[in-house]
């Protein structure tokens, strides 16, 4: 198993102190941090940035997708890019999912109960 850089001591660059581990949200993502409990100067774990950047390049795309029928219902086709990125995070898409009807021309669909599960398991 590979050790973690936040496992060693990190002192702030600004005022020499010893840094603690916290964690931040950012656009609903869960960010392991450290942070100077004096000047609240704060490092985002590496990997958490490189997720996050992926996140945030994939949310600045438009995709076009295709609307299918299938029986009683339509089907739209969800891009490799996003199945992949939410699958390296550990959403799970057997979980039954919220489809919103927002205002005329958009709906959402959220995952918001694999994300609170993971968002528990990490606090832990």
Do not use: W
Request: aromatic share 8%; with cysteine; proline share 2%.
């Amino acid at each position: 198993m590979m050790a973690d850089i936040f496992d060693n001591t990190i002192l702030c660059k600004n005022c020499g102190i010893k840094m603690q581990k916290g964690k931040l949200v950012k656009n609903g993502f869960l960010l392991r941090a450290m942070i100077c409990p004096k000047c609240s100067e704060q490092i985002i774990h590496p990997v958490d940035l490189q997720d996050f950047n992926k996140f945030i390049s994939l949310k600045n795309k438009e995709f076009k997708v295709k609307m299918r029928l299938v029986g009683n219902s339509y089907a739209v086709s969800i891009p490799k890019e996003i199945v992949s990125f939410m699958q390296e995070q550990e959403k799970m898409f057997d979980d039954m999912v919220r489809l919103c009807f927002e205002e005329s021309g958009r709906l959402s669909l959220n995952f918001d109960n694999s994300l609170n599960r993971r968002r528990k398991q990490n606090e832990r």
